[in-house]
């Protein structure tokens, strides 16, 4: 068994070391963020042990077993086991009776996070999100840099067109129009975030705006002759 670590409040635990998983632990640990890592798999956690050196073999995800390891120390546990349905529910139940702070979950599929949701873990579905990433990129040519935050809220740097030579802000009206708010602007190599109503807009300067994914992508489309 191993022994109960008494240490502080660790910043991120994650249990699973998948692919997931474990770019997860690499990205945190890369930004130097203090990582707790557990997986069944004693090869994964040798890998594992380069980005930290808390990681653990564990072969039963159960609360005496995680409570050993020290995962009710962290403040914040992802738990990466997706694909095993069960496990990962008892697994995230189990972890949110501990009282860490916040729970995000792995999902495969709606009914597993709808589950999840219920007992209070936050839910994510990497495959689902990732393919909504691609085909936004696919679509969104115009797109430079887009940023996703909460409920359909992007925020998204965009390069502009022909479409929009000499058009001034007030004349362009992308609030009135799309909804959009520029809140910076980018010409010649020089920005700024001083949008003025008689800034002028021309081909190839790179605007910065927020508003919601479906009005950025009309706008694009208004931009390149589609719409």
Do not use: W
Not at 3 to 16: D, L, R, W, Y
Not at 90 to 110: F, Q
Not at 146 to 161: A, F, H, Q, V, Y
Request: proline letters at 2%; charged letters at 25%.
């Amino acid at each position: 068994m191993i022994q109960q670590k008494q240490k502080p409040i660790i910043e991120f635990g994650v249990i699973g070391l998948g692919r997931f998983g474990q770019a997860l632990v690499k990205t945190l640990s890369d930004a130097g963020r203090e990582v707790l890592a557990l997986d069944s798999s004693e090869s994964k956690i040798k890998q594992i042990r380069n980005d930290t050196a808390d990681a653990f073999v564990v072969q039963s995800l159960d609360r005496e077993t995680l409570m050993d390891t020290g995962i009710q120390n962290c403040g914040t546990v992802i738990v990466c086991i997706g694909e095993e349905v069960d496990v990962s529910i008892l697994t995230s139940l189990n972890i949110i009776n501990m009282g860490v702070p916040r729970v995000i979950s792995k999902a495969v599929t709606y009914e597993q996070g709808l589950v999840l949701e219920k007992i209070g873990a936050e839910v994510v579905y990497p495959e689902h999100d990732m393919a909504i990433r691609l085909a936004n990129k696919l679509i969104s040519s115009r797109t430079l840099i887009s940023i996703e935050l909460r409920n359909n809220l992007n925020i998204s740097e965009i390069k502009i067109t022909g479409k929009m030579e000499g058009q001034s802000v007030l004349q362009a009206d992308l609030r009135r129009k799309y909804k959009l708010n520029i809140i910076a602007m980018e010409h010649n190599g020089n920005a700024t975030s001083e949008i003025t109503p008689d800034l002028v807009f021309h081909e190839n300067d790179k605007i910065v705006v927020v508003g919601d994914r479906e009005n950025i992508n009309k706008f694009e489309l208004y931009m390149t002759g589609r719409n």
